[in-house]
Protein backbone atom coordinates (compact mmCIF):
# COMPACT_ATOMS: atom_id res chain seq x y z
CA UNK A 1 0.00 0.00 0.00
CA UNK A 2 1.13 3.48 -1.10
CA UNK A 3 2.57 5.93 2.38
CA UNK A 4 4.41 8.58 1.01
CA UNK A 5 5.06 9.55 4.55
CA UNK A 6 6.44 5.88 5.48
CA UNK A 7 8.43 6.19 2.09
CA UNK A 8 10.03 9.28 2.94
CA UNK A 9 11.04 8.83 6.42
CA UNK A 10 13.10 5.49 5.02
CA UNK A 11 14.46 8.03 2.24
CA UNK A 12 16.00 10.35 5.05
CA UNK A 13 16.93 6.91 6.90
CA UNK A 14 19.31 6.21 4.15
CA UNK A 15 20.49 9.99 3.54
CA UNK A 16 21.48 10.33 7.50
CA UNK A 17 22.96 6.96 7.20
CA UNK A 18 25.08 8.13 4.29
CA UNK A 19 26.53 11.20 6.24
CA UNK A 20 26.23 9.91 9.87
CA UNK A 21 28.50 6.59 10.14
CA UNK A 22 26.98 3.84 12.21
CA UNK A 23 29.57 4.04 15.56
CA UNK A 24 29.65 0.17 16.10
CA UNK A 25 30.46 -3.28 14.11
CA UNK A 26 27.19 -4.59 12.25
CA UNK A 27 26.60 -8.60 12.52
CA UNK A 28 23.32 -9.36 11.27
CA UNK A 29 22.33 -10.47 7.63
CA UNK A 30 23.16 -7.56 4.75
CA UNK A 31 20.99 -6.54 1.82
CA UNK A 32 23.39 -4.48 -0.41
CA UNK A 33 22.67 -2.55 -3.06
CA UNK A 34 25.15 -0.76 -5.76
CA UNK A 35 23.64 1.68 -8.46
CA UNK A 36 25.98 2.51 -11.32
CA UNK A 37 24.11 5.50 -12.36
CA UNK A 38 25.37 7.55 -15.39
CA UNK A 39 25.74 11.27 -12.79
CA UNK A 40 25.82 9.27 -9.21
CA UNK A 41 27.21 5.43 -8.25
CA UNK A 42 25.50 5.20 -5.09
CA UNK A 43 25.99 1.69 -2.63
CA UNK A 44 23.39 1.19 -0.23
CA UNK A 45 23.30 -1.51 2.85
CA UNK A 46 20.31 -2.43 4.94
CA UNK A 47 20.05 -4.56 8.01
CA UNK A 48 18.47 -7.93 8.31
CA UNK A 49 15.13 -6.32 8.75
CA UNK A 50 15.70 -4.46 5.77
CA UNK A 51 16.24 -0.70 7.29
CA UNK A 52 18.64 1.73 6.34
CA UNK A 53 22.28 0.79 7.99
CA UNK A 54 25.38 2.38 5.75
CA UNK A 55 25.55 3.82 2.15
CA UNK A 56 28.08 5.78 -0.38
CA UNK A 57 28.34 8.10 -2.94
CA UNK A 58 30.25 9.65 -5.51
CA UNK A 59 30.03 11.70 -8.88
CA UNK A 60 31.23 9.67 -11.79
CA UNK A 61 30.94 9.87 -15.74
CA UNK A 62 31.61 6.26 -16.13
CA UNK A 63 28.23 5.08 -17.37
CA UNK A 64 26.60 6.35 -20.26
CA UNK A 65 22.63 5.44 -20.51
CA UNK A 66 23.16 2.42 -18.77
CA UNK A 67 26.45 1.41 -20.55
CA UNK A 68 29.84 0.79 -18.88
CA UNK A 69 31.87 3.17 -20.67
CA UNK A 70 34.66 3.52 -18.21
CA UNK A 71 35.45 -0.04 -17.24
CA UNK A 72 38.50 0.15 -14.62
CA UNK A 73 36.99 3.82 -13.61
CA UNK A 74 33.58 2.45 -12.34
CA UNK A 75 35.35 -0.87 -10.48
CA UNK A 76 37.91 2.06 -8.70
CA UNK A 77 34.55 4.30 -7.87
CA UNK A 78 32.53 1.24 -6.80
CA UNK A 79 35.79 -0.56 -5.06
CA UNK A 80 36.25 2.56 -3.02
CA UNK A 81 32.84 3.22 -1.81
CA UNK A 82 32.52 -0.64 -0.66
CA UNK A 83 35.76 0.14 1.17
CA UNK A 84 34.61 2.76 2.93
CA UNK A 85 31.06 1.45 3.86
CA UNK A 86 33.19 -1.67 5.18
CA UNK A 87 35.56 0.30 7.39
CA UNK A 88 32.27 1.83 8.82
CA UNK A 89 30.28 -1.70 9.28
CA UNK A 90 33.53 -3.36 10.47
CA UNK A 91 33.44 -6.37 8.27
CA UNK A 92 33.53 -7.62 4.65
CA UNK A 93 30.37 -7.22 2.07
CA UNK A 94 30.18 -10.35 0.14
CA UNK A 95 26.95 -10.12 -2.20
CA UNK A 96 24.74 -7.63 -3.95
CA UNK A 97 22.05 -6.60 -5.82
CA UNK A 98 22.29 -4.18 -9.20
CA UNK A 99 19.58 -2.39 -10.97
CA UNK A 100 19.66 -1.66 -14.89
CA UNK A 101 17.35 0.26 -16.90
CA UNK A 102 14.22 -0.67 -18.81
CA UNK A 103 14.89 -2.73 -21.43
CA UNK A 104 18.85 -3.37 -21.07
CA UNK A 105 20.51 -5.82 -23.41
CA UNK A 106 22.21 -8.95 -21.71
CA UNK A 107 25.33 -7.98 -22.84
CA UNK A 108 24.86 -4.45 -21.60
CA UNK A 109 23.56 -5.80 -18.07
CA UNK A 110 26.41 -8.34 -17.64
CA UNK A 111 28.96 -5.60 -18.23
CA UNK A 112 27.30 -3.76 -15.16
CA UNK A 113 27.65 -7.22 -13.28
CA UNK A 114 31.19 -7.55 -13.89
CA UNK A 115 31.91 -4.06 -12.67
CA UNK A 116 30.41 -5.45 -9.09
CA UNK A 117 32.13 -8.84 -9.25
CA UNK A 118 35.48 -7.46 -10.35
CA UNK A 119 35.32 -5.72 -6.55
CA UNK A 120 35.21 -9.09 -4.78
CA UNK A 121 31.20 -8.98 -4.60
CA UNK A 122 28.64 -11.79 -5.80
CA UNK A 123 25.72 -10.22 -7.83
CA UNK A 124 22.85 -11.97 -6.25
CA UNK A 125 20.40 -10.17 -8.47
CA UNK A 126 19.25 -7.48 -11.18
CA UNK A 127 16.26 -5.65 -11.13
CA UNK A 128 15.42 -2.71 -13.49
CA UNK A 129 15.53 0.66 -11.82
CA UNK A 130 11.94 1.58 -11.86
CA UNK A 131 11.20 -1.47 -10.23
CA UNK A 132 13.03 -0.95 -7.44
CA UNK A 133 11.92 2.58 -6.64
CA UNK A 134 8.38 1.26 -6.40
CA UNK A 135 9.69 -1.27 -3.81
CA UNK A 136 10.42 1.35 -2.04
CA UNK A 137 7.33 3.66 -2.40
CA UNK A 138 5.02 0.23 -2.09
CA UNK A 139 3.24 1.06 -4.87
CA UNK A 140 0.52 -1.34 -6.19
CA UNK A 141 -0.58 0.89 -8.71
CA UNK A 142 1.01 3.29 -11.05
CA UNK A 143 3.11 4.33 -13.08
CA UNK A 144 7.15 5.04 -11.50
CA UNK A 145 9.46 7.27 -13.53
CA UNK A 146 13.05 7.15 -13.36
CA UNK A 147 15.00 10.51 -14.28
CA UNK A 148 18.07 9.88 -14.49
CA UNK A 149 21.64 11.21 -15.82
CA UNK A 150 21.29 9.72 -19.23
CA UNK A 151 16.98 8.08 -19.86
CA UNK A 152 13.72 8.23 -18.17
CA UNK A 153 12.86 5.07 -17.52
CA UNK A 154 9.00 4.02 -16.98
CA UNK A 155 7.61 1.26 -15.28
CA UNK A 156 3.80 0.93 -14.90
CA UNK A 157 2.23 -1.62 -12.24
CA UNK A 158 -1.00 -3.10 -11.85
CA UNK A 159 -2.09 -4.68 -8.55
CA UNK A 160 1.83 -4.54 -7.66
CA UNK A 161 2.92 -6.46 -10.86
CA UNK A 162 5.05 -4.76 -13.21
CA UNK A 163 3.54 -4.77 -16.68
CA UNK A 164 5.11 -2.77 -19.09
CA UNK A 165 8.78 -1.31 -19.22
CA UNK A 166 10.10 1.08 -21.23
CA UNK A 167 12.89 3.63 -21.23
CA UNK A 168 13.94 6.32 -23.65
CA UNK A 169 16.73 8.93 -24.02
CA UNK A 170 16.64 12.72 -22.19
CA UNK A 171 17.65 13.30 -18.42
CA UNK A 172 20.15 15.19 -16.41
CA UNK A 173 22.25 15.43 -19.04
CA UNK A 174 20.32 17.00 -21.57
CA UNK A 175 19.46 19.75 -19.01
CA UNK A 176 22.96 20.28 -18.34
CA UNK A 177 23.53 20.83 -22.21
CA UNK A 178 20.42 23.18 -22.35
CA UNK A 179 22.06 25.18 -19.61
CA UNK A 180 25.52 25.31 -21.16
CA UNK A 181 23.85 26.56 -24.25
CA UNK A 182 21.66 29.05 -22.36
CA UNK A 183 24.77 30.50 -20.21
CA UNK A 184 27.50 30.17 -22.45
CA UNK A 185 29.26 28.09 -20.39
CA UNK A 186 31.53 24.48 -20.20
CA UNK A 187 29.02 21.35 -19.38
CA UNK A 188 31.16 21.01 -15.78
CA UNK A 189 29.64 24.29 -14.66
CA UNK A 190 26.08 23.47 -15.85
CA UNK A 191 26.27 20.56 -13.97
CA UNK A 192 27.19 22.45 -11.16
CA UNK A 193 24.30 25.09 -11.62
CA UNK A 194 21.86 22.66 -12.09
CA UNK A 195 22.57 20.40 -8.79
CA UNK A 196 23.09 23.52 -6.57
CA UNK A 197 19.42 24.27 -5.17
CA UNK A 198 20.10 28.11 -4.49
CA UNK A 199 19.80 28.23 -8.40
CA UNK A 200 16.68 26.25 -9.05
CA UNK A 201 14.48 29.55 -9.34
CA UNK A 202 16.99 30.98 -11.65
CA UNK A 203 17.78 28.27 -14.14
CA UNK A 204 14.37 27.00 -14.01
CA UNK A 205 12.43 28.73 -16.74
CA UNK A 206 15.75 27.46 -19.36
CA UNK A 207 14.81 24.33 -18.20
CA UNK A 208 10.89 24.30 -18.30
CA UNK A 209 10.84 22.96 -22.26
CA UNK A 210 13.35 19.61 -21.11
CA UNK A 211 11.08 18.90 -18.10
CA UNK A 212 8.19 18.85 -20.55
CA UNK A 213 10.25 16.82 -23.21
CA UNK A 214 10.08 14.24 -19.86
CA UNK A 215 6.37 14.36 -19.81
CA UNK A 216 5.81 13.56 -22.98
CA UNK A 217 7.95 10.84 -23.22
CA UNK A 218 5.64 9.55 -19.90
CA UNK A 219 2.20 10.86 -21.93
CA UNK A 220 3.33 8.54 -25.21
CA UNK A 221 3.94 5.31 -22.51
CA UNK A 222 1.59 5.77 -19.85
CA UNK A 223 -1.58 6.22 -23.00
CA UNK A 224 -4.32 3.95 -23.25
CA UNK A 225 -2.78 2.45 -20.04
CA UNK A 226 -4.35 2.10 -16.78
CA UNK A 227 -2.48 5.24 -14.88
CA UNK A 228 -3.91 7.71 -12.42
CA UNK A 229 -1.15 8.48 -10.90
CA UNK A 230 2.72 9.37 -11.66
CA UNK A 231 5.73 8.67 -9.32
CA UNK A 232 8.80 10.51 -10.24
CA UNK A 233 12.56 9.11 -8.78
CA UNK A 234 15.71 9.85 -9.84
CA UNK A 235 18.65 12.69 -9.59
CA UNK A 236 17.00 14.65 -12.29
CA UNK A 237 13.86 15.05 -10.56
CA UNK A 238 15.36 16.86 -7.44
CA UNK A 239 15.05 20.09 -9.27
CA UNK A 240 12.56 22.42 -7.60
CA UNK A 241 9.38 22.34 -9.18
CA UNK A 242 9.58 19.38 -11.27
CA UNK A 243 6.83 17.88 -10.66
CA UNK A 244 4.76 21.02 -11.20
CA UNK A 245 5.32 21.14 -14.76
CA UNK A 246 4.90 17.31 -15.00
CA UNK A 247 1.47 17.61 -13.39
CA UNK A 248 0.41 20.38 -15.27
CA UNK A 249 1.54 18.88 -19.02
CA UNK A 250 0.11 15.03 -18.03
CA UNK A 251 -3.34 16.71 -16.23
CA UNK A 252 -2.77 13.91 -13.12
CA UNK A 253 -1.69 13.59 -10.09
CA UNK A 254 2.25 13.44 -9.69
CA UNK A 255 4.01 13.12 -6.59
CA UNK A 256 7.70 13.14 -5.78
CA UNK A 257 9.35 11.80 -2.56
CA UNK A 258 11.68 13.20 -0.14
CA UNK A 259 15.21 13.31 -1.95
CA UNK A 260 14.53 10.93 -5.43
CA UNK A 261 18.28 10.53 -5.76
CA UNK A 262 18.08 7.98 -3.12
CA UNK A 263 14.80 6.06 -4.11
CA UNK A 264 15.92 3.66 -6.70
CA UNK A 265 19.48 2.50 -4.68
CA UNK A 266 18.02 1.75 -1.64
CA UNK A 267 15.25 -0.47 -3.20
CA UNK A 268 18.10 -2.19 -5.30
CA UNK A 269 19.02 -3.13 -1.83
CA UNK A 270 15.69 -4.51 -0.76
CA UNK A 271 15.72 -6.87 -3.62
CA UNK A 272 19.36 -8.42 -2.77
CA UNK A 273 18.99 -12.00 -2.40
Partial sequence: MFNLEQANATIAEMEAKI???VSEPYQGKLYVGVDLGTANIVVTVLDENKRPLAGALQEGRVVKDGLVVDFLGAIQIVRSLITQIEERLGRSLEAAAVAIPPGTLAGDAKAI?????????????VVDEPTAAATVLGIQNGAVVDVGGGTTGISILENGKVIYVADEP?????FSLVLAGAYKIDFEEAELKKRDPAQHKDVFPVIVPVIEKVASIIQGHIAQRNVECVYLVGGTVCLEGFEQV??????MPVRKPYNPLLVTPLGIAMHCG
Fill in 170 to 174: TGGTH
Fill in 19 to 21: YQP
Fill in 246 to 251: VNKFLG
Fill in 113 to 125: INVVQAVGLEVNQ
